[in-house]
T-cell receptor, first 115, second 116 residues
Framework: AQSVAQPEDQVNVAEGNPLTVKCTYS??????LFWYVQYPNRGLQFLLK??????LVKGSYGFEAEFNKSQTSFHLKKPSALVSDSALYFC?????????????FGTGTLLAVQP | NAGVMQNPRHLVRRRGQEARLRCSPM?????VYWYRQLPEEGLKFMVY????????ESGMPKERFSAEFPKEGPSILRIQQVVRGDSAAYFC??????????????FGDGTRLSIL
């Protein structure tokens, strides 16, 4: 069965410092991986995806993620955090089997950036 | 350039009533997905539809819940005889046509359903 784990419920970082939000996955075959961000009372906004190719993927708002096949991880990173980055972050993997395109989400990580 | 539109944004129902949630996908998108977000939890897949077809309903509760995406008009998620446990945020997403797509799904702002 496919699954995604986000081991940290919350990550605290000071503005200007680098941030990392962790994600590990379990999937048969090659994974399609995604990061989304959710602001209060809003839907999810797409940040970036890994399908194939370079292990370092660059996305929106200065975020990037590193795909590591041996560690089955896809951690989200940003070199310098902003207060406005404070939000809920979700890692997701595309489901396998049949014709499904469903996304399987982690439980989310709340990022709090202190000024 | 309208995104995924969901209405209503907030819906209040009493136990036993019916709830109808609507979703209009982005222009050019023919795949629609419904997800449910319970308080303090991540999103859980419910159903995946294309025009007039249900492709994957593996996440739908067996009773009281149904979904459709007619040839004309929005996709509808229908919950009959609602119970308190149905209180949640329901999100719709859409993606372009094309098999097992690697394209990201685009999400609406959700409908927050409250059951009294």
């Amino acid at each position: 069965a496919q699954s995604v784990a986000q081991p940290e419920d919350q990550v605290n970082v000071a503005e200007g410092n680098p941030l990392t939000v962790k994600c590990t996955y379990s999937v048969s075959g090659n994974p399609y991986l995604f990061w989304y961000v959710q602001y209060p009372n809003r839907g999810l906004q797409f940040l970036l995806k890994y399908i194939t190719g370079d292990n370092l993927v660059k996305g929106s708002y200065g975020f990037e993620a590193e795909f590591n096949k041996s560690q089955t991880s896809f951690h989200l990173k940003k070199p310098s955090a902003l207060v406005s980055d404070s939000a809920l972050y979700f890692c997701a993997v595309r489901g396998y089997g049949g014709a499904t395109n469903k996304l399987i989400f982690g439980t989310g990580t709340l990022l709090a950036v202190q000024p | 350039n309208a995104g995924v539109m969901q209405n209503p944004r907030h819906l209040v129902r009493r136990r036993g009533q019916e709830a109808r949630l609507r979703c209009s996908p982005m222009k050019g998108h023919s795949h629609v997905y419904w997800y449910r977000q319970l308080p303090e939890e991540g999103l859980k897949f419910m159903v995946y539809l294309q025009k007039e077809n249900i492709i994957d309903e593996s996440g739908m509760p067996k009773e009281r819940f149904s979904a459709e995406f007619p040839k004309e008009g929005p996709s509808i998620l229908r919950i009959q005889q609602v119970v308190r446990g149905d209180s949640a945020a329901y999100f719709c997403a859409s993606s372009p046509p094309g098999g097992r797509s690697n394209q990201p799904q685009h999400f609406g702002d959700g409908t927050r359903l409250s059951i009294l």
